[in-house]
């Protein structure tokens, strides 16, 4: 896995968000299956129509390692896209974590694999296979583009994209928004006058 990928791996998704003005952020109903689950990873991106998952599969088969198979379903929630035969098949051929604009289905069982799934609800009913879909284009997930090559991070708070020309200057600054949130942190946390102080500071500033 590249260098930047497990860079942002230590990065919260809202210190990446700060990093581009919250302009990257996925629609915030597409959360983690579990609280914990956290990834960092290039886009394999697939476009697919409601109801019919087979690209979803010839994703699978051409995930690199650490891909992170972002889908578009068009924000349809009523068949899932995967269940947990798919997902298991997806962990076991490498890519990082599941993220999608649509449902889920078989919940129980994909907990269980403890591999990242997001997505926006669950579903009972299945998709069908009639073959019509595209890999590796641009595509519109969660409210915001995404390209093949894209980096995605997430977190309990959601998804963020990096576009990949602009990796190296997000990532830093994301790293310095960091520090400054650890140290303001540190400085203030359990301090009372330190607290207040900070508050007539925020205070004053915005009043000017």
Known sequence: MDYIINQFKE??????????????????AIKPLKEEYKFAGRALTVKMPVGDNLAVLKAIRQAREGDVIIIDTKGNSYRGIA?????????????SALV????VRDVVGIKELNFPVFCKST???ASGKAGVGELNVPISCGGVSISQGDILVGDADGVVVV???Q?????????QKLRKDEEREQKISGNPEAIKEYLD???NKTAK
């Open 123 to 125: 579903a009972v009913a």
């Open 83 to 95: 269940g947990d035969f798919v997902v298991g098949m997806m962990q076991t051929l490498g890519a």
């Open 100 to 103: 999608v604009d649509g449902a």
């Open 201 to 203: 500071n925020m205070i």
């Open 163 to 165: 576009p990949q020309s």
């Open 11 to 28: 990065v919260p998704t809202t210190c990446i968000s700060d990093a581009m003005d919250g302009l990257n952020n996925l629609d915030s």
């Open 167 to 175: 990796a190296e200057t997000v990532l830093k600054k994301a790293l």
